[in-house]
């Protein structure tokens, strides 16, 4: 990781958590590495400039780059090699076991590791976005959350985040995740002054049929 330190107008490669600089023993700050990069790159220099400079290598300064220019840090012209694009798609969808390596090895030798990175981020970026659309879909119909867990393969916690802000939008979505039986029990606890904020705190004072999904539904549905 890279410091700097004000006292020796110096940049220094460090172990993560360092405090104190190596050679005046003052306290050091951490670069923001993505910026940096970033601001290198802007300036004209290229990767093995970059990785020189910084003392890292040219995949890590390569992945930096690649996740900028699809954040919009950076200009992508020049830097990703958008007449290999359908190339890239086409081997991501023809069984791709999501290694970079696979990708370089259907690809022309032209085609860079940055650019391979860049599409292959994006890819996944879309495949995400995706997944968390049907689950918003699947929670305004209804859907068991258990169910949305096994036919999405995502975690319980986070299609009960998705579900509360879907609720937060439309009031009705609670109903289908909410026990009409430990309703009034449930917000009685959460708007006691004596509770302590923890859902778990609730769940251990109620039936074990009262699952989280139950709670968390009845609280967003009355805030």
């Not at 970033?38 to 910084?54: F, M, Q, V």
């Not at 300064?61 to 200009?75: F, N, P, R, S, T």
């Not at 049907?134 to 305004?140: E, F, L, S, T």
């Amino acid at each position: 990781m890279i410091y700097r330190c004000n006292t020796c107008d110096k940049e220094i490669n460090l172990m993560k958590d360092a405090h104190y600089c190596p050679i005046c023993g003052n306290h050091i700050e951490p670069i923001n590495l993505e910026e940096r990069i970033a601001a290198l790159y802007d300036s004209g220099k290229n990767l093995r400039e970059i990785s020189a400079e910084l003392r890292t290598t040219e995949i890590v300064v390569g992945q930096v780059l690649a996740k900028a220019a699809l954040d919009g840090m950076i200009a992508a012209d020049g830097l990703i090699q958008t007449e290999y694009e359908a190339e890239i798609m086409a081997a991501m969808n023809d069984g791709w076991d999501g290694k970079l390596k696979t990708l370089k090895n259907a690809l022309p030798n032209e085609c860079s590791y940055v650019t391979l990175n860049y599409y292959a981020r994006q890819n996944r970026r879309m495949n995400a976005e995706a997944r968390t659309n049907r689950i918003r879909d699947m929670i305004k119909a209804g859907t068991p959350v258990m169910e949305i867990a096994e036919k999405t393969h995502v975690f319980v916690r986070t299609i009960e985040r998705i579900m509360v802000e879907e609720i937060a939008k439309d009031k009705a979505v609670a109903n289908a995740y909410i026990n009409n039986d430990y309703k009034a029990q449930i917000l009685e606890m959460a708007n006691s002054p004596d509770w302590n904020g923890k859902l778990r705190s609730i769940k251990e004072a109620l039936p074990e049929e009262v699952t989280y999904t139950n709670i968390k539904a009845t609280i967003a549905k009355n805030q």
